[in-house]
């Protein structure tokens, strides 16, 4: 549900906070007062495009602010933030924001993280459906409609079965679009895997083997001046007239005589001779060393060569040779497929046929129960449709052949009104009244509120060319939605505001010759004053009357709420 709607200069308004309840809430007010900001700011958050004339008069940006309470939601909201970078909702609070700049500049946020408009009207989707002058109206699509009337049917594990048949088979006809090439593309495509394959496996690549041959070209090609390097450390060392060996045993002969005049001279002539052992051991590597040393023009080139080729294949396959080798790999199973296409293809097509039978089957079944599924929808929203007015209308559903068979299954489907008697049935989608769209939608949304996923409706103009007994009736239909869904409603009929569990007023004051604009959420007291404004006027019976209409809904008593200064314009 939506709890709270913040708007910053927009229009009329300033700054408004507006807290939202559970249920059926009503926003009434005098023509112009602003009850349609609510409106706009709901449809920039739904990823409306921006109208930078509506920025207030003054301001330089416009920004609108939304909290979804998302515990209730179905929709698979945790994977879609995920997936698309967004912060996870804390507490199960959803926070959509939207600013637009005077400038140009538009931004927008989801949880805090920035995000695009497609985004948001993705989300916008899932969390509201309006209807009215600024539609946003799933229902009106008919892949929207053929899935209410599946829900409606209970018949979403035969088309979840339908959809993953479709799914299976085209993958096999991916792979069989692989397979199926003309004679010179077959020859080319063979030739190359040939070629990549055996490239690959003659190399006989290890993956770890690149740092090895490298640091054995390193040396290889500075053989002579390591073979000159270790010679000369030997000589300093050990082999010249000056070596440290030389010098560290005329060091040690005179620590002797040191240590036979001094017996505490003995740790340092224990340290000297440490250090003697430590040069012969050095002397000994070195040795060693320089034997290793091999100037071997022979291994320089095979080094060499062996570098190149890894780098070559690199160069073509992969980053890493981890990646070549998986290159090879996959070159492999490529040509087996391709040697042996005739097998393969002969196999795809058994598949293929296998699942188009039992592709038929479920799609046959599904359009079946369909069919038998329509009447009772029908009818259920004709009666429905009744109540609100339309005592000779007729609602229907026709259902054809598409093209192929899709996700969903062979069929398509239009939703048909004729609101008055003689009139040919025409889509809903085609009607040109906001007023009858809005009545057929809530009259829908009453048959299938316990199949709608959709957690906010927001309705307006439900209430053009409506009166008496069918006033009534829309309150009472937008008072059952509500107990399943959260209803926003702007009206002008205190029969549909009466019926509301939670009642706002917009209005306008002038005030230091700045047009102040401001809504309340109304006690029972204040309701009834409201109402009889509504009503006509502020007379004994007009309040009467209002007084009559809560009581027919057995409405609490409300507290009193003071009234926010939500925006100021010259």
């Keep these: 549900m939506l709890t709270t709607l913040r708007i910053k200069n927009l229009a009329l308004v300033a700054d408004l906070a507006l807290e939202l309840r559970p249920g059926f809430n009503a926003i009434t007010g005098e023509t112009g ?140 006809e991916r792979e069989k679009a692989a397979l199926i090439i003309d004679e010179k593309t077959y020859a080319q495509q063979l030739d190359l895997l040939h070629h990549q394959a055996s490239e690959i496996s003659a190399a006989r690549l290890q993956p770890d083997e690149e740092t090895q041959v490298e640091q054995d070209h390193q040396r290889a090609s500075n053989a002579a001046r390591l073979l000159e390097l270790s010679q000369t450390a030997l000589r300093l060392l050990s082999e010249d007239e000056q070596a440290l060996l030389t010098q560290a045993g005329a060091l040690g002969r005179t620590l002797q005589d040191l240590q ?17 052992a430590l040069l012969r051991e050095l002397q000994s590597e070195l040795s060693r060393y320089a034997d290793r040393v091999d100037i071997d023009p022979a291994r320089l080139a095979e080094l060499e060569e062996r570098l190149n080729l890894i780098h070559s294949l690199k160069r073509k396959y992969g980053g890493t040779l981890t990646e070549v080798i998986a290159f090879g790999d996959e070159a492999k199973k490529k040509l087996l497929s391709l040697e042996s296409r005739d097998a393969e293809l002969a196999r795809l097509n058994a598949e293929i046929a296998r699942l188009d039978t039992e592709l ?6 599904l359009t079946a129960a369909r069919r038998k599924v329509i009447p009772r929808l029908a009818k259920a929203v004709s009666s429905q449709l009744a109540a609100l007015g339309f ?15 899709i996700a969903s299954g062979f069929d398509q489907i239009e939703f048909l009104f004729a609101p008055n008697p003689g009139e040919p049935a025409r889509p809903l989608r085609a009607i040109a009244s906001s007023g009858e769209i809005a009545r057929v939608m809530l009259a829908l949304k009453t048959v299938l509120a316990a199949e709608d996923e959709v957690p906010v409706l927001v309705f307006d103009e439900v209430d053009a060319n409506v009166g008496g007994e069918t006033a009534h009736a829309v309150g009472e239909k937008m008072r059952q939605i509500a107990v399943q869904r959260q209803v926003l409603c702007i009206t002008h009929l205190a029969p549909v505001a009466a019926a509301a569990e939670a009642h706002y007023v917009v209005s306008k004051e002038v005030k230091s010759d700045r047009t102040l604009t401001e809504i309340q ?43 926010a200064k939500v925006g100021r314009i010259v």
């Design 260 to 276: 036979r005049v001094d017996a505490a001279a003995a740790p340092i002539a224990e340290l000297h001779n440490q250090a003697t």
């Design 360 to 365: 038929f089957k479920v799609g046959k079944e």
């Design 521 to 563: 959420l109304l006690n029972k007291a204040q309701r009834v004053t409201e109402l009889a404004r509504m009503l006509g006027g502020q007379s004994d019976a007009a309040r009467r009357h209002a007084e009559e209409l809560l009581a027919r809904h057995g409405l609490p008593l409300e507290k009193p709420s003071p009234k």
């Design 33 to 172: 007062a602003g009850k349609s900001i609510v409106l706009g700011a709901l449809n920039l958050l739904l990823g409306e495009r921006a109208d930078r004339t509506l920025i207030r008069a003054g301001a330089d940006a416009c920004t609108v602010e939304a909290v979804f309470d998302t515990s209730a939601l179905r929709a698979p909201l945790k994977t879609f933030l995920e997936e698309n970078g967004l912060e996870p909702c804390e507490e199960h609070q959803l926070v959509l924001k939207r600013t637009f700049t005077a400038a140009g500049a538009n931004r927008q946020f989801v949880n805090g993280s920035p995000t695009t408009l497609q985004t948001l009207a993705a989300l916008g989707d899932w969390l509201v459906d309006m209807h009215g002058p600024h539609d946003h109206q799933s229902l009106l699509q008919p892949p929207r409609q053929l899935a209410i009337l599946d829900a409606f049917g209970g018949l979403e594990k035969l088309r979840q079965q339908f959809a993953e048949i479709v799914l299976g088979r085209t993958a096999l």
């Design 391 to 405: 005592k000779q209308s007729h609602f229907d559903a026709a259902l054809s052949r598409g093209e192929s068979a």
